[in-house]
């Protein structure tokens, strides 16, 4: 297996561009919402809005600012796909669509997938969603065919500002640690990393340096996979087992007494009649 690649996007060089949701609309030919008619949503510079299954990079707009504007700062980050190390989407798919490839990243087969949407339940990021010209669940591949011929993928290319990096894992972690440093020692003292380390999912193939909470950008602090619920569902089912057992037993004991009751009077009414 080739060494895990992935991205490291460090938000505090975003400026917004969307360069990045470009390329990947174009090297991947996904279609655009509504055939290009999309209203404006008056929510700060994003119109995107979340990633779905024809938008697999989404450019967040986070304002901060006082309630009489003169004073507050820009949050920016270009969100993708996280592929985890432990994902929960591979871990739910009943076909066998969803795989792990050389790269250690994670993708969706479409000409496999059957449009069941396990995957998006399962995944704690909102990531996937349905391809309606497809419907089939589609999400980033991290360009698994530009990595096979040994490129950059188009998002990374694209990127003016090198905030999403691309390379492997072992190097963009250094190189991770390295920029927190720098910001802390500049005061920069909310600065973090998110996803960098097996805290999270078993560590995350794209992580993130963030300037504020995770939830400020939409993001869960502990995500969980889908199997951590096994046991306390099974356990439930349990109990809900035993208990309508526990009723059925209740019922039939109830029947049969009323049973034995309503031969007790035919008895008593039979013996009544031969005495008379």
């Known amino acids: ?6 991205f490291f996007t460090d938000t505090s060089v975003c400026i917004g561009c969307k360069a990045c949701e470009v390329a990947c609309k174009a090297w991947n030919q996904l279609p655009a919402r509504n055939g290009g008619k999309v209203p404006l949503t008056g929510q ?13 990079r989404h450019v967040k707009f986070i304002e901060q600012f006082s309630p009489d504007r003169s004073s507050g700062r820009w949050l920016m980050m ?3 796909c996280k592929h985890c190390v432990q994902a929960g989407c591979l871990e739910v798919c009943p076909t066998g669509a969803i795989i792990r490839t050389e790269f250690d990243t994670v993708v969706i087969q479409s000409d496999v997938c059957n449009g069941c949407r396990a995957c998006i339940a399962a995944c704690p990021f909102g990531v996937i969603e349905i391809n309606p010209e497809t419907n089939t669940a589609m999400k980033c591949t991290l360009c698994y065919d530009r990595m096979q011929a040994g490129m950059v993928p188009a998002c990374a290319q694209a990127c003016p500002t090198h905030s999403i990096q691309f390379g492997p894992i072992s190097e963009l972690r250094q190189h991770a640690e ?6 802390q020692a500049q005061g920069v003292t909310q600065a973090r990393l998110y996803g960098h380390d097996e ?11 963030l300037l504020d909470d995770p939830e400020v950008y939409g993001l869960p602090s502990n995500p969980q996979l889908p199997s951590r619920n096994v046991a306390p569902s099974a356990g439930l089912s349990a109990a809900g087992a035993v208990a309508l057992g526990l009723l059925g037993l209740a ?11 309503a031969e007790a009077r035919e008895q ?3 013996d009544g009649s031969h005495a008379g």
């Open 1 to 6: 297996m080739a060494e895990p690649m992935g």
């Open 199 to 209: 805290s999270i999912l078993g560590g995350l193939n794209s992580f993130y340096l």
């Open 178 to 183: 390295a920029r927190l440093a720098q910001l």
């Open 251 to 261: 019922g039939l004991r109830k029947r049969r007494m009323d049973q034995l009751a």
């Open 44 to 56: 700060s510079y994003d119109n995107t809005v979340e990633l779905s299954g024809i938008q697999w």
């Open 78 to 80: 270009s969100d993708v």
């Open 268 to 270: 008593q009414e039979g």
